[in-house]
């Protein structure tokens, strides 16, 4: 039995939307932090019958997508024909804490593993494998900070992939996770990719984002949190305006989330706090900081009555156990 282990990432630059569906091709480039926890664990061993204790339908398609890409590899019978996953995780579902990223990047490397008697798979392979069953979990098999590079025309499985675009010790940034509510989201990362073009600020919304991107890979380069806050709080807000704007619309904030974002700015304006805030697709609120601000932040965090926090920093991405 394989066993690997990976956490959720954190987008600075969001990924939402699609150019082909069914193949999770996103429509643009995106970029996160990958964090060091809450951890999620997945074995995968062989089984007569495919087997897994949630979502049987998207594992399953998963797999199927896994095993295509692997036709193209040449290297079809590389996994055997139905597994069993076990799954353990430290997080709460459907609250915006990306834990399909976090699944997705273990199995991915747990599925890597079983294929590398065969060939070993490189980290852009296995990231392959990572965004057929959940976009941003391809990001989540680097360490450190990553891209998923989506941009261009190809329509084939492997036509986006992560990249690392630097390591987890080249910038200690810490992410304090405020949640809000642990009631489930209404709708899903995935549908609400497909719902993303429907929105008049869509189109605009791509043309943006090489430019944000880039702004983003500089400030990370050269560690400029200035730069760093607002890109980042540029892109969270254009992404939640493109969810509210689509048909139906979404709205994945909450009063709670405004409040808290209110707060912070006061907070960071007042004590002129080096401190991001930034949301996926639900209410809660991640709160990027360095070394300087943690304490603070933390403390801001605690505060909070009735919401769950996690104080994580960079992490190293999926791995083997
Ligand atoms: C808002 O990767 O969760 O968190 O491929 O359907 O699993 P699926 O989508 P998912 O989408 C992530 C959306 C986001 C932004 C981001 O993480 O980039």
Redesign the pocket.
């Known amino acids: 039995m394989i066993t690997a282990r990976s956490a959720p990432?954190i987008?600075l630059i969001?990924?939402?939307g699609n150019r082909s569906n069914n193949l999770?091709l996103p429509a643009a480039d995106?970029l996160?932090m990958q964090l060091d926890g809450p951890c999620v664990e997945v074995t995968v061993e062989s089984h007569e019958t495919f087997s897994v204790p949630r979502d049987l339908q998207r594992f399953t398609t998963h797999f199927a997508l896994v095993r295509e890409y692997l036709r193209t590899l040449g290297i079809p019978n590389a996994l055997p024909q139905a597994v069993r996953i076990g799954i353990t995780s430290q997080i709460p579902s459907g609250i915006?804490l990306?834990s399909?990223?976090a699944v997705f990047s273990a199995l991915a490397e747990a599925y890597a593993a079983i294929i590398s008697k065969t060939r070993p798979l490189s980290r852009k392979e296995i990231s392959v494998i990572a965004r057929l069953?959940?976009?941003?979990?391809a990001r989540s098999v680097f360490g450190g900070f990553a891209a998923l590079v989506a941009a261009g025309s190809g329509e084939t499985i492997d036509s986006a992939y992560a990249i690392l675009i630097a390591p987890k010790n080249h910038w200690l940034l810490y992410d304090v996770i405020i949640v809000p509510t642990q009631k489930e989201k209404s709708v899903?990362?995935?549908e609400g990719?497909a719902l993303a073009h429907t929105s008049q600020l869509f189109t605009d919304r791509i043309a943006n984002i090489p430019r944000r991107q880039q702004e983003c890979i500089d400030a990370i380069m050269k560690r400029d949190f200035e730069k760093l806050q607002r890109v980042a709080e540029e892109d969270c807000a254009n992404?939640h305006a493109v969810m509210q704007t689509s048909t139906p619309p979404l709205h994945y904030l909450s009063e709670e989330t405004h409040r808290i974002i209110r707060e912070i700015k006061e907070l960071r304006t007042r004590e002129h706090l080096p401190v991001l805030y930034t949301m996926?697709?639900g209410p809660t609120v991640h709160l990027i900081c360095p070394e300087e601000a943690i304490l603070k932040v933390q403390a801001f965090a605690q505060s909070q009555k009735g919401c769950k926090v996690f104080e994580t920093q960079v992490g190293r991405g999926s791995f083997l156990l």
């Open positions: 990432n987008a969001k990924y939402w999770r995106s996160s915006g990306a399909s990223a069953g959940s976009g941003s979990a899903g990362s995935t990719h992404m996926d697709a």
